[in-house]
């Protein structure tokens, strides 16, 4: 049983840093090419995932760096306001 667990958590995490890794903008990737990552975390399962965790994956955004932004209600929004 704890062979099976082992594999298991393993596997979920080569697939969340495959996910995370492809879903990462190819711009903001640290030390190799975004592909040159997937590759590496498919060839080298459990190195290349604790690799890109540790070494490729980009720096958390901060607010003032474009991350998702927050919606407004309408009563919250002057424009919506002013057009009334």
Excluded at 34 to 39: D, E, G, M, Q
Aim: aromatic share 8%; glycine share 10%.
């Amino acid at each position: 049983m704890p062979r099976v667990l082992a594999v298991l958590i393993l596997v979920a995490i080569i697939v969340y840093a495959l996910v995370d890794a492809s879903q990462a903008s190819p711009g903001r990737v640290r030390l190799m090419p975004r592909w040159l990552w997937i590759v590496a975390i498919v060839l080298l399962p459990g190195i290349g995932a604790l690799g890109w965790f540790a070494l490729g994956r980009p720096r958390g955004q901060g607010p003032s760096e474009g991350g998702p932004r927050r919606t407004i209600a309408p009563d919250d929004d002057p424009d919506f306001l002013r057009r009334l």
